[in-house]
């Protein structure tokens, strides 16, 4: 059973991309289907908020692209995690860690 | 490094701008026949994969301004984009964009003619240094000079001065007693420099005046403010009034000039009435009158000054306005002519924010063209104001910098507002009001 998609958070969305290059190169649409999986189908990254997520992290330097050959050995363009990208990525995960326990705290207080 | 590759994509952005286009359209394209093969392997048909691709990347040209918005040096690029479109635009449109310019260039023009008018007259007395030192027929200029008083009583403890050195001249300096003078801190450092004033001898002007002796200094009193608020302290020599000779130049001035009186009291005492009996059982055929208090005495020295200010406000002001208006009026007229086109844009994937822009481009194009027309006539006006207006400058450059700059900022400010409400426009009611 699909859960509901949810709305990303601000700033989340960036998280999860790095997250979803850290195993290899992927394109837009793997990384897209990548997401999906890994949060079981919660997010579903639309092109509308994807491609401009990557171009603006790739100009922030975080990743790199190339173009390539698909599975189906049509031309598409690979994007990859540079050593900043690496960086970043602690920093988002640590910031999340405390959002999430803050965020947890805060539900169980009565 | 994290600043180099961000000036790397800057740089791209600007001048490959045509390949960054291409790989954008190529990886959209590229990414909608990937989620279409999906589909088909899915099990849809075709046209079903299709549409179900394009439905799921929600509109090609749309993702693509999204991402443009995200790049770097993306305004740069866009401004230049609409600037050149509000070019061809009001060139489509000679009449309407010369009434357009017409308007800000008077405005401008006005202003910035005005301004250089008050701020000639009235700002900058005269174009020259020292102009007080200027006389009428004869070249004094390289001369030492000096504004010469005729001082009695406690003149120095009376004002407030403080004596810096030596002694002051007092009553008891009498016509047979040696010539002697005090002067100010600003002539001593003016004209003796690192010299001892005490003792120096001064000579106002021999024979010309029929000041003949040299005068001795006696004391250094330190500046006051006098006749010029917030000026330089003029060089000021200080003569006993016993020791001016009858038979100078100075004597006769000091007859037919008024001669000024001040009184210091302690606290707030009425003593004009006082004063007047005192003086009239004095000297009953003089008459005393014109009493102010050295705060008025003040207050009115910066009279003019203040004066020239409020003229210019209000002059800049109304300039300022008519700019706004006149901005404002055309850009409001433009969204509404082309309410359809805008819609359309919408609808093909412009975002409000491009809009907006698209508007401001207008506005600043106008503002350019206005500025470039204002200042030629403000230079026109300015000649022919210089014509018979004595010691214009009309082509003072910081004052036109200065003004073009400002007007800009107006003019940007002024269009803020239609750009908003062309941003605003609902794509569907625009497209249909046709």
Known sequence: LDPEPTTLLQGTLDLLILKSLVAGELHGLGISRRIKQITSGTFVVK?????????RMEEEGWISSFWGDSENNRRAKYYRLTKPGRKQLEVETKRWGRISWAIGQALETT | MQLFTKVRSL?????SWRRVEKDLYEEVHSHLEMLTEENLRAGMGRNEA????????GGIEQVKEEVREQRIGNWIHSVLCDCRFALRQLRKAPGFTAIAVLTLALGIGANAALFAVVESVVLRALPYTHADRLTKGKDLAHRPSARVTAVSGDY???LGAPLLRGRMVNDDDTASAPPVVAVNESLAKKYFGNMDPLQQQIILGGKETGMEEALTVVGVLGDQVDSKVGGIPDPMIFIPYQQVPTTSLFYQALLTTMVNFVVKTRGDLAVVSAMRTAFHEAAPSL????????????DENIFSQRMGLYLTGTFAGLAVLMVVAGLYGVLAQLVSYRRHEIGIRMALGATRQS??????????????AGLGAGILLALAMGQLVSSFLYALRPTDFWTYIGVAISLLAVGLLASVLPARRAASIEPMQALREE
């Open chain 1, 47 to 55: 092109p509308g908020s994807l491609f401009p997520a990557l171009h």
């Open chain 2, 11 to 15: 740089l791209r952005n600007l001048f």
């Open chain 2, 287 to 298: 008459a005393l009158d014109n009493f102010k208090t050295m705060q008025q005495v003040v």
């Open chain 2, 156 to 158: 120095a403890s009376t």
């Open chain 2, 355 to 368: 809009v907006a822009q698209m508007i401001l481009g207008h506005g600043a194009v106008l503002i350019a």
């Open chain 2, 50 to 57: 299709e549409r179900a691709a394009r439905i799921e990347l």
